[in-house]
């Protein structure tokens, strides 16, 4: 473990600052690791900010080669992860945000409201929105093409996330913006969140949901831990980089919100995406 100093003394090989909380005071964790499920992607180093505890992938992929990636996958996922899941498919912990929204924004199923699902994947979460909201209006937004079965009211735009001022290209706004499962894919998170407070009406509601750097399994299983991929899970905030960068980027954007919290979510997967994640032989289970 090698610790880098401050921004004056890092090289134009090293991370220079947090792009959660814009410290400059940076620790390399990890070096030389590939990606887990292509061998060929890599080398990166791994840093962890000193100051708010966030972890950080270096050097960050191009957004070409991010995007060469990507063209490999079903939906915005690996096809092995998409497998790990088996018939659950992610349904549990996607119903268990759409619920969260619901708590956090007062909503029941006859109320109407528009939202924005940036990095839509499959359009998991986007369907059961509609089901849940069906008087809601929806837009669904991610780099591959539209999926065939997504209802049909709810619109989907092909747009890249890595592009700055993506909230400018998608030209609407709506009174909830989510996104699960993106935050850590960007190749800039304090930009990203930046747009997506841009694509918020005034008094909206910003849902995230992304790995915790600093939680309790990460610890443990270190490079084990599932969301632990180098080169694609590019950036993972601890709760208190989170909220500096969101409450950062509604200042830029002169917002005062009613109020800014990250914290630790326990979402459900089954015992087989586990065991399958961690490479344990219960890949039998279901």
């Not at 990606?35 to 000193?50: A, M, Q, T, V, W």
Request: charged share 20%; with cysteine; net charge positive.
């Amino acid at each position: 473990m090698s610790e880098i100093g401050t921004a004056s003394k890092a090289t134009g090989d090293a991370v220079r600052r947090c792009p959660y909380c814009s410290a400059a005071k940076l620790r390399r964790t990890h070096t030389g690791l590939y990606h887990r499920l292509n061998s060929d992607y890599g080398p990166f180093d791994f840093y962890e900010c000193i100051n708010c505890g966030s972890g950080i992938t270096f050097p960050l992929p191009s957004a070409e080669s991010l995007n060469v990636l990507y063209q490999t996958y079903s939906d915005g996922l690996p096809a092995e992860n998409r497998a790990a899941m088996g018939s659950d498919d992610g349904q549990v912990w996607h119903a268990s945000c759409v619920k969260r929204i619901a708590t956090l924004g007062h909503f029941t199923a006859p109320s109407r409201f528009s939202w924005i699902e940036a990095g839509a994947g499959a359009g998991e979460m986007a369907r059961r929105m509609a089901n849940a909201f069906p008087n809601s209006s929806g837009l669904a937004v991610d780099l591959h093409n539209r999926p065939a079965d997504l209802p049909a009211r709810v619109a989907w735009l092909q747009i890249d996330l890595n592009q700055p001022d993506f909230h400018e290209k998608i030209g609407r706004k709506a009174d909830v913006v989510y996104a699960t499962a993106v935050w850590e894919h960007v190749r800039q998170p304090d930009v990203f969140a930046k747009s997506m407070v841009g694509l918020l009406n005034s008094g909206g509601l910003l849902y995230l949901v992304c790995p915790n750097y600093d939680s309790l399994a990460r610890r443990v299983f270190d490079t084990r831990w599932p969301y632990f991929t180098p080169g694609e899970h590019l950036t993972m905030p601890s709760p208190r980089g989170a909220e500096i960068c969101l409450r950062r980027s509604f200042s830029a954007a002169k917002l005062i919100p009613a109020y800014v919290a990250a914290r630790p979510l326990l979402l459900v997967y089954s015992l087989f995406y586990f065991a399958n994640r961690l490479g344990l032989p219960f890949a039998g289970l279901v």
